[in-house]
T-cell receptor
């Protein structure tokens, strides 16, 4: 089945220790998104790619970076995680028109 | 004012009840309307997608959109304990950035 796969499912990292979350997709979608969802809150868009064209949200902290080496893979790098970065990180993909929007199962990140 | 408002609940109903979940939005540029179900510690799963005013039915689920009032609803008939989850409305424009704008989610508990 075509899908969006996130790894790892759970990640615990120390305050200030860099961490990388990964997302892969078999849908061949051109657009990939990263959302942050804190407990009992709405998912919040961090950034997205139209193919290799990177689009950052104005309020995404500089601490958060992303890479998309090819169509299938996208990475979220958090350079110096703070306690406030504890959240579920959701990867999603879609076609150019925002069609076929599909989410991965998420990575639950805990910063200690 | 948030772009999408959703009552966070929790909403507790007995098994078999009809459930009504609602969102309001402020931006008339929003043209596509979705309902996602999210189980604890999982990614959102698309339930319903619609782009026009009126009703759309899929099994026990009915999505209703009233663009003139900027109001969307999800009805669940014959609710089951397995419907216990958080329900997120999500809205999308039809031009420019196609990322989703989410409500904060309503937590539903169906009691057996």
């Amino acid at each position: 089945d075509a899908m969006v796969i996130q790894n790892p499912r759970y990640q615990v990292t120390q305050f200030g220790k860099p961490v990388t979350l990964s997302c892969s997709q078999t849908l061949n979608h051109n657009v990939m998104y990263w959302y942050q969802q804190k407990s009992s809150q709405a998912p919040k868009l961090l950034f997205h790619y139209y193919d290799k064209d990177f689009n950052n949200e104005a309020d995404t902290p500089d601490n958060f970076q992303s890479r998309r080496p090819n169509t299938s893979f996208c990475f979220l790098d958090i350079r110096s995680p703070g306690l406030g970065d504890t959240a579920m990180y959701l990867c999603a993909t879609s076609g150019y028109q925002g069609d076929g929007y599909t989410f991965g199962s998420g990575t639950r990140l805990t910063v200690v | 004012q948030k772009e999408v408002e959703q009552d966070p609940g929790p909403l507790s109903v007995p098994e078999g009840a009809i459930v009504s979940l609602n969102c309001t939005y402020s931006n008339s540029a929003f043209q596509y309307f979705m309902w996602y179900r999210q189980y604890s510690r999982k990614g959102p799963e698309l339930l319903m997608y619609t782009y026009s005013s009126g009703n759309k039915e899929d099994g026990r689920f009915t999505a209703q959109v009233d663009k003139s009032s900027k109001y969307i609803s999800l009805f669940i008939r014959d609710s089951q304990p397995s419907d216990s989850a958080t329900y997120l409305c999500a809205i999308q424009t039809n031009t420019g950035r196609r990322a989703l704008t989410f409500g904060s989610g309503t937590r539903l508990q169906v009691q057996p």
